[in-house]
């Protein structure tokens, strides 16, 4: 019996195909770059659902009827008869804190007989008023008091002063937060000048008023928010320097007689939705870069072809 002897399969030449590994490293570093975008976007995203909510806050609001409907009449006689029982006292704004506080214990009226927080109100919302101020593009809900809470969620009335429906004799002040990451709300304040106008829309009616004065104060400096007699007055606070709040913004307006026709129109309209979501274009495009990264990072490298060996002679 014959033994066959098979010689072995040649090996094959071709070495293994080189496969994509995922790199730990270039993991970590797409992370914090996606991350470092977020944290870069995020002011313009909190910006914009802020202006949203706003938008819709004011278009649930009842401050934009009709001053005639009597729900509306009742709140803006309401709002008068107060005006006229303000002392003439104006406010105070103690050292130390970043809002104005008010001069009126909370709650009470001046005559003692009807609450602040209960004029100006509706049962579908509790915005008092809408304040416009185009040259900054300020489009915000006026709420009663000055608390934290209420500042986080538009501008602020001060209790102690008039309540924003005009009248001789009155300086209604309102303040808001300056240099909050998630809103704007008063940030651009300082670029307000004489001459520019702002706008309360307060239950149907509306008054506006033209900046005569831009000044900056130190908070014990009350007498700056005194009425002034004969003159209709509001003032819009906020602190500076942008931070630091050691000192007080005041934009100081005198009502215009009659109301502009296009303060009337714009103050009947509804509030316009905030543009197009840049930041998720950005955020969109950092995800893409980051996974980019990634993947080229952990791709196959083709290996360098080795030179043919010559024939010994």
């Known amino acids: 019996m014959t033994a066959t002897i098979t010689d072995p399969a040649p090996a094959d030449p071709t070495p293994p195909k080189p496969r994509w590994k995922l790199s730990v490293p270039a993991v970590i570093i797409a992370v914090l770059f ?21 938008s819709e806050v004011l278009k649930n609001a009842t401050t934009t009827e009709d001053p005639n409907a009597p729900q509306n009449a009742e709140q803006l006689r309401l709002a008068d008869e107060y005006n006229k029982k303000l002392q003439a006292g104006g406010a105070r704004i103690n050292a130390g804190q970043r809002l104005p506080q ?16 209960d004029i100006l109100t509706s049962p579908s919302s509790d915005v008092m008023s809408r304040i416009q101020i185009p040259k900054i593009n300020v489009d915000l809900p006026i ?6 809470e209420t500042l ?15 009248g001789v004799g ?5 303040t808001g937060h300056r240099g909050l990451a998630e809103a704007e709300m008063f940030t651009n304040l300082d670029k307000i000048g004489k001459g520019d106008y702002f706008t309360f829309n307060t239950f149907g009616r509306v008054v506006t008023y033209r900046v005569i004065e831009t000044k900056i104060v130190d908070p014990d400096q009350t007498e700056t928010l ?3 007699a004969g003159k209709d007055l509001a003032t819009l606070v906020t602190c500076t320097p942008l931070g630091i709040n050691t000192q007080r913004i005041l934009v100081i307006g005198e009502r215009v007689i009659p109301t502009p026709p296009d ?11 905030p543009g197009f979501p840049w930041w998720i274009v950005i955020m969109a495009g950092g995800a893409v870069a980051g996974a980019g990264y990634v993947w080229f990072a952990g791709r196959p490298v083709k290996p360098k072809p080795r030179p043919a060996r010559k024939p010994a002679h």
């Open 34 to 54: 996606l991350v470092g975008t977020c944290v870069w976007t995020y002011p313009s995203m909190a910006a914009w659902f802020s202006q949203l909510d706003q």
């Open 152 to 166: 986080l969620r538009g501008i602020g009335h001060l209790e102690g002063t008039a309540l924003p429906v005009g």
């Open 102 to 117: 008010p001069g009126q214990s909370a709650g009470k009226d001046p005559s003692g007989t009807l609450g602040y927080n």
């Open 263 to 273: 303060a009337l129109k714009d103050a009947t309209e509804p509030p316009d939705i």
């Open 226 to 228: 005194d009425p002034v």
């Open 143 to 148: 709420y009663h008091g000055t608390s934290d």
């Open 170 to 174: 009155m300086n209604t002040v309102v």
